[in-house]
T-cell receptor, first 114, second 115 residues
Framework: DGGITQSPKYLFRKEGQNVTLSCEQNLNHDAMYWYRQDPGQGLRLIYYSQIVNDFQKGDIAEGYSVSREKKESFPLTVTSAQKNPTAFYLC?????????????FGAGSRLTVL | GNSVTQMEGPVTLSEEAFLTINCTYTATGYPSLFWYVQYPGEGLQLLLKATKADDKGSNKGFEATYRKETTSFHLEKGSVQVSDSAVYFCALSDGGSGGYQKVTFGTGTKLQVIP
């Protein structure tokens, strides 16, 4: 079955460490996204990518970095510059054309800073 | 900019009760409207959508009608089940076709259905 795989599901980080969250999709979707979810705040867009080797900052990109070297993969690095990284991170994708606004989500990765 | 406002939760209902979760939006142009559902510990899933005024989206007994005159997209279900317990997100996207269309989410409404 096609879908989005995020790993790890749970991740613990010490302050000052960078961590990378994996996101892989086999839906052949052009666009991929990273969202951050905090209680009571809904979803906020971190980065998005419409095509390979291109990505754009979302609303809260500071302290995060991404790459899009393959269509299937869009990893997110949470750097030590992110002041409050504890959150639930969701990766999503969407096809091009008329379906570009319908998002398919992964199951999420929960990051906790110790 | 675009925005989505949802009723605050949690909403607690008994099984077989009628559900309404209110959603209103602010947007320029002609956005598409969505309801997504998130079950505990999971990502979001598309529940239903509507792309133009007066469209009704429906799925799994849930319905929502795109009301341009009141800028609303309220979610309804006639008889909820325990398995409907989840967080529901209203969302909108810019109009147009292809390319990047920013999706704006509401803050989510938690629904608890008790037997």
């Amino acid at each position: 079955d096609g879908g989005i795989t995020q790993s790890p599901k749970y991740l613990f980080r010490k302050e000052g460490q960078n961590v990378t969250l994996s996101c892989e999709q086999n839906l052949n979707h052009d666009a991929m996204y990273w969202y951050r979810q905090d209680p009571g705040q809904g979803l906020r867009l971190i980065y998005y990518s419409q095509i390979v080797n291109d990505f754009q900052k979302g609303d809260i990109a500071e302290g995060y970095s991404v790459s899009r070297e393959k269509k299937e993969s869009f990893p997110l690095t949470v750097t030590s510059a992110q002041k409050n990284p504890t959150a639930f991170y969701l990766c999503a994708s969407s096809p091009g054309g008329l379906g570009a606004n319908v998002l398919t989500f992964g199951a999420g990765s929960r990051l906790t800073v110790l | 900019g675009n925005s989505v406002t949802q009723m605050e939760g949690p909403v607690t209902l008994s099984e077989e009760a009628f559900l309404t979760i209110n959603c209103t939006y602010t947007a320029t142009g002609y956005p598409s409207l969505f309801w997504y559902v998130q079950y505990p510990g999971e990502g979001l899933q598309l529940l239903l959508k509507a792309t133009k005024a007066d469209d009704k989206g429906s799925n799994k007994g849930f319905e929502a009608t795109y009301r341009k005159e009141t800028t609303s997209f309220h979610l309804e279900k006639g008889s909820v089940q325990v398995s409907d317990s989840a967080v529901y997100f209203c969302a909108l996207s810019d109009g147009g076709s292809g390319g990047y269309q920013k999706v704006t989410f509401g803050t989510g409404t938690k629904l608890q259905v008790i037997p």
